[in-house]
């Protein structure tokens, strides 16, 4: 008699399985459509151009989209357009195979950016900053010619801390990618509709359906990007310290001024002692829940000293 395998106790069975998968949908669901509301990313008569460049956080964008689209109280469009950036070897055929089974009306934007990033950035150099620039313009110039209202970009929250540790580091300010701007060229409006959702909830997420992921050849080698760093410290400190990235990413939603060093931010000329209680007053570091108990009940008795004064 065979002895039983040890490691089907530890596999999900397929009702399992079918659980976590429908929760993984509805949290996916509730996540965007928070951020959708919380930042006004859609309006009735909207159309919006879904940029789906063959990776798991635009497939999974286009997903939830066409989900929330079927119970919203508005209507919108949704048209998907892919950059053909000229790679060797891009299978063409994937995506718009992908997008006729679905049945979602597409565009095609075919523009050779990968001769030009190879013309121009040394053997070894980091192409993400040349490349993302040349993507966006293409894609604008699309946007304008399909009459969209809105440009919708598959950036999740671990793009979002990403981006500000590398402005923070790298580039010497705070900034990070906002849920909703208006382009560089001042007339398209860019939406992150993944802006709560995480990274690796989308990982789970393009395994369970099975999505054709097609990857970068142009940069998706090139190991030692600040951005994989970023990603690496923050994954260890996720794993080191529960909880650090959740409160990072909570911080940038409560952003205070009068609190950090930007003059065009905050009037500190103007500032002055009124004698009153201030809620924003200087406490250095923000009380913790057991420190702000503690000091409620505690009686801080005033002693009178003397101050010596020369003759």
Same mark, same amino acid.
């Given at each position: ?32 459509? %928070? ?70 009306? &597409? ?93 690796? =909830? ?19 080698? %090139? ?29 940038? %939603? ?12 905050? =009037? ?36 009178? &000293? ?6």
């Amino acid at each position: 008699m065979n002895a039983p395998d040890p490691s089907a106790a530890r596999k999900p069975s397929a009702e399992r399985r079918r659980i976590e998968a429908n929760k993984l949908d509805k949290r996916l669901a509730r996540l965007t459509g %928070q951020a959708i509301a919380d930042f006004d990313m859609i309006s009735e008569g909207d159309r919006i151009m879904v940029c789906l460049s063959g990776g798991k956080d635009s497939y999974g964008l286009l997903d939830v989209l066409m989900k929330l689209r079927e119970r919203a109280p508005i209507s919108f469009e949704l048209i998907a357009v892919n950059m053909d950036q000229g790679q060797p070897g891009f299978p063409k055929e994937v995506i718009p195979a992908y997008l006729t089974k679905l049945g979602v009306p &597409f565009h095609i934007v075919n523009q050779d950016t990968y001769s030009v990033v190879k013309r121009i950035i040394p053997e070894g150099k980091t192409t993400c900053s040349l490349c993302s620039r040349l993507r966006r313009g293409a894609l604008y110039s699309a946007a304008s010619a399909l009459g969209v209202t809105k440009i919708a970009l598959g950036h999740h929250r671990d793009d979002i801390l990403e981006t500000f540790f590398l402005n923070l580091f790298f580039g010497g300010k705070l900034k990070s990618m906002p849920p909703k701007l208006v382009s560089d060229d001042g007339r398209h409006v860019v939406i992150r509709p993944l802006a709560y959702v995480r990274e690796r =909830d989308l990982e789970t997420y393009a395994e369970l359906r099975a999505f054709p992921i097609i990857p970068c050849d142009l940069c998706g080698s %090139q190991e030692n990007l600040q951005r994989k760093q970023i990603k690496l410290m923050l994954r260890d400190w996720e794993k080191r310290f529960p909880g650090r990235v959740e409160t990072i990413f909570n911080s940038l %939603q409560r952003v205070n001024p009068s609190h950090l060093l930007d003059r065009s931010l905050f =009037d500190f000329a103007a500032v002055k002692a009124t004698g009153h209680a201030e809620p924003d007053g200087d406490l250095a570091f923000d009380d913790d829940e057991e420190l702000s108990a503690a000091t409620a009940t505690t009686t801080v008795t005033m002693v009178p &000293f003397d101050i010596p004064v020369r003759s």
